[in-house]
């Protein structure tokens, strides 16, 4: 019940084109009401009283209804289409904000492809459901309405004979209804799964092509497949058995009627007229009936739908703004971890007491054996995630206290590797401040290395990339990445493994740019190799989530321990290679 208001909630915008919509779905069910009236009196009045007036009244009647009957029909479909499409491009647009708010744990939580199947299937599903069923359900409901009352006026004493089959029908609805729901779920469930491998094996093609895992996969695709098979076949039995149920049972009332109302036409109770009429509107009861079972499942199941998209739209998500949050003041830079406590998952602590003071444009480097921490550090920094205890200051403010955008907005990230969105070059660095002018943009792919080889490709700076554009080498990847950042301009910069998965002649050009980039603002600089974080200001050696040294390189060094350990290793390796 709360999730039909729920609905109707989104409805509730469109109520007058709704009401006009209903009232036009009425009359038009009226026009196949009044068709068994007729009958009636073509049999009664016009055949054996042979009134050839009365009937050319009732033919140019027919004619009038039908007529008047199309153009409702058009007004209903218009309508309520119009109110469905409406509603459900409203829904989409909240599950869409909605999933724009999420915080990274969502997405780390859940697949992409079942994300995905949010705002496609369940929307979908919601759809059809909405605008086909609620037009069923108001012109059958009509017919059911109109004819059980002619029905009784008819005869009454037949009509109430005719409903002893109905507490059987409602039951039987009742059980059929709750089962079609499961089904539905299950249905939605695994059409959500075959996305999510599909989205997974399409996005990673080289990866499995390079495991020669083609069979592998369609067997997994296949295993999905064939469970969304059973799913959707169980659904349809259940609707296979539901519909010759309900109409055996009408069945037997249709043969009752016969018999009873037969009788009473026999000892001229009723005219024979009446009976006919009686008889179609029976008939005509027996088709909303079926109907209207049949709505009820396909409402079971845009149920099951609607649930899943409204707990999307409920999910609570921890990174919010506080209702007191300021906006953070552009900053110097001044960076504080006290006693930082963090977990990913309950009681599995990924940093511990970890504690540190930055001044303003030091450069920073997080060093440590992969598993440490490092990216986490850098994670918190920008709120992808909050602290599980102690706390962090930018020039004083707890970033909690501060509007996540504001804060964001100040802080910069070159990840190890870059998305680059469909799009030109020039709109892929402009991402970085949407109203930043030309010149800034040069200037700023000039400052990151980029724009000669920007100026190299085929079309410039209106080159594509992405899915459909050219493809530009990993190091020219981070060089963009490296341009959008200069473009932010923000005071605080992270660099996660920036140059990591480069090789070492664009690693050159990129650090070059990176040195660039880093001047003049805090930067905090994982990377691998260690002989490019010599100068930093200050080196945080990370082991298992907790800081086990700071200082500089010739500090670390002279204390021999697990940094200069480190850096033993990578030198060794290093000469190794060489020699
Ligand atoms: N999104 C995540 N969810 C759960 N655990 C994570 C997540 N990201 C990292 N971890 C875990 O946290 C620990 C630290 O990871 P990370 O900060 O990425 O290490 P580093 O960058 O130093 O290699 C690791 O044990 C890792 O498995
Ligand atoms: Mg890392």
Not at 80 to 104: N, W
Not at 107 to 124: A, E
Not at 222 to 237: I, L, Q, S, T, V
Request: proline residues 3%; aromatic residues 8%; glycine residues 6%.
């Amino acid at each position: 019940m709360n999730l039909y208001l729920r609905i109707l909630s989104y409805i509730k915008p469109y109520l007058p084109r709704l009401l006009l919509a209903a009232l036009c779905t009425a009359l038009a069910a009226c026009g196949n009401l009044y068709v068994p009236w007729i009958i009636r009196d073509v049999i009664d009045q016009v055949f054996s009283e042979r009134d050839s007036h009365l009937l050319n009244l009732i033919a140019l009647g027919i004619v009038a209804i039908f007529f008047a009957r199309g153009i409702f029909f058009y007004g209903q479909n218009y309508l309520m289409s119009y109110v469905g499409e409406r509603v459900v491009i409203d829904i989409r647009g909240a599950v869409y904000r909605k999933m724009q708010q999420l915080s990274t744990s969502f997405y780390d939580k859940n697949k992409l492809g079942t994300i995905m199947s949010y705002v496609t299937n369940d929307v979908s599903a919601l759809q059809s459901a909405m605008v086909q069923n609620t037009i069923d359900m108001i012109t059958e409901g009509c017919i059911l309405i109109g004819s059980v009352g002619a029905m009784i006026y008819l005869d009454w004493k037949l009509t109430l004979f005719t409903f002893c089959t109905f507490p059987v029908v409602l039951l039987l609805m009742d059980v059929f209804g709750k089962k079609i729901r499961v089904a539905g779920y299950n249905i939605q469930e695994c059409t959500a799964d075959i996305t999510s491998v599909l989205q997974e094996t399409l996005s990673s093609a080289r990866i499995i092509k390079s495991f020669v895992r083609e069979e592998y996969e369609i067997n997994r695709f296949e295993r999905e497949n064939m469970a969304n098979f059973e799913a959707n076949m169980k659904n349809a039995k259940l609707m296979a058995i539901l519909t010759p149920v309900i109409e055996f049972v009408a069945a037997l009332g249709v043969t009752a009627i016969i018999w009873f109302g037969g009788r009473s036409v026999i000892h001229g109770e009723i005219t024979p007229g009446s009976l006919v009429a009686f008889l179609v509107y029976a008939v005509n009861i027996s088709n909303p009936i079926k109907r209207l079972t049949r709505v009820i499942g396909s409402i079971q199941k845009a149920l099951a739908a609607a649930q899943r998209v409204f707990y999307i739209l409920d999910l609570e998500d921890g990174i919010k703004d506080k209702p007191d949050a300021i906006v953070l003041p552009p900053v110097q830079g001044a960076v504080e971890f006290q006693h930082v406590g963090f977990a990913y998952n309950e009681n599995e602590p990924v940093l511990q007491d970890v504690s540190f003071k930055v001044e303003p444009g030091q450069v920073v480097a997080l060093v440590g054996p992969s598993g440490a921490g490092k990216s986490t550090i850098a994670n918190l920094l920008p709120r992808f995630y909050d602290v599980t205890s102690g706390n962090i200051t930018i020039d004083g403010h707890n970033i909690e206290d501060v509007s996540v955008s504001s804060l964001r907005t100040q802080v910069g990230i070159v990840p190890q590797e870059t998305t680059l969105f469909n799009g030109s070059v020039y709109d892929n660095i402009l991402y970085g401040r949407l109203e930043a002018t030309k010149e800034e943009v040069e200037m700023a792919a000039k400052a990151a290395n980029a724009h000669d080889f920007i100026l190299e490709l085929p079309q410039g700076y209106d080159t594509s990339l992405g899915d459909r554009g050219v493809n530009i080498s990993g190091g020219q990847r981070q060089r963009i990445s490296i341009a959008r950042a200069i473009l932010k301009d923000p005071r605080i910069l992270i660099l996660d493994e920036a140059t990591s998965a480069l090789d070492t002649e664009s690693e050159r050009v990129v650090q070059e740019a990176l040195d660039r980039l880093m001047v003049g603002r805090t930067s905090f600089v994982i990377a691998h190799r260690l002989s490019t974080i010599q100068n930093a200001h200050k080196i945080i050696v990370l082991d298992k989530g907790q800081i086990s040294e700071i200082g500089t390189h010739q500090e670390l060094m002279a204390k021999h321990g697990l940094y200069a350990h480190l850096h033993d290793i990578q030198f060794k390796t290093a000469q190794l290679q060489r020699g």
